[in-house]
């Protein structure tokens, strides 16, 4: 059967902490877009109270998100972590977004003994020891309960800032670089909203110098 088939479920927090080991699952939403921060969410699982249907956030539908979010804030224990656009850019991504992996997981009280990340790393100074899932918000459940919760934080604050700064769709595309995007980027010009450190905002700020000068 193949994998991307089978609902997500609790083998890697057994395998890996046993069932006695409070353990939480890690995941991110907005390394890629070109505005807005990247958010990460750090969840434990009652595992005698898990919401039905909870799986990797991108397939699911936005008011299905919703409804897990709030099911899971109400049954979960959640932590939320949050790096800036100014961070973005002074670390770059990578790094921000190990930042807000540890914040996320610092947020939980109680601490946790282990944690699951979505990917292929670790980040570096978590405050508990960890184990990386590659595709892990399609496997097990506490990443997939991390990835509906950080996605939902994110786009809320997306939706916000969109009603600050109008134009560039952001209530839709997050943030992402699509075609709507960089028309009213060429438009409107760059906020301090945009990622600086990224390409595209980068270019669009050198050709602006250009024409100054």
Not at 88 to 112: E, F, G, Q, S, V
């Amino acid at each position: 059967m193949n994998r991307a088939s089978i609902p997500p479920d609790l083998t890697a927090e057994v395998e890996y902490a046993g069932k006695d080991t409070t353990i939480c699952g890690v995941d991110e939403a907005g390394r890629g877009p070109w505005a807005g921060p990247v958010v990460a969410a750090a969840v434990v699982l009652d595992r005698g109270c898990i919401p039905p249907g909870l799986d990797d956030s991108k397939k699911l539908t936005p008011r299905r998100r919703a409804a897990l979010f709030d099911a899971l804030r109400a049954a979960a224990s959640v932590g939320v972590g949050i790096a800036s656009v100014g961070e973005i850019d002074a670390l770059n991504i990578l790094r921000a977004n190990d930042l807000a992996m540890r914040r996320a997981i610092a947020a939980l009280d109680p601490a946790p003994d282990a944690a699951l990340i979505d990917g292929n790393r670790v980040p570096p100074g978590l405050p508990c020891r960890a184990r990386a899932v590659v595709g892990g918000d399609g496997r097990s459940l506490s990443i997939a309960a991390a990835s509906i919760v950080a996605k939902v934080t994110r786009d809320r604050i997306m939706a916000g800032l969109a009603d600050a700064h109008p134009g560039y769709g952001w209530e839709r595309n997050m943030g992402y670089g699509t075609p709507q995007h960089r028309a009213a980027l060429e438009r409107l010009g760059v906020t301090p909203h945009h990622r600086r450190s990224f390409r595209p905002i980068h270019n669009i700020l050198c050709r602006k110098h250009e024409k100054l000068d």
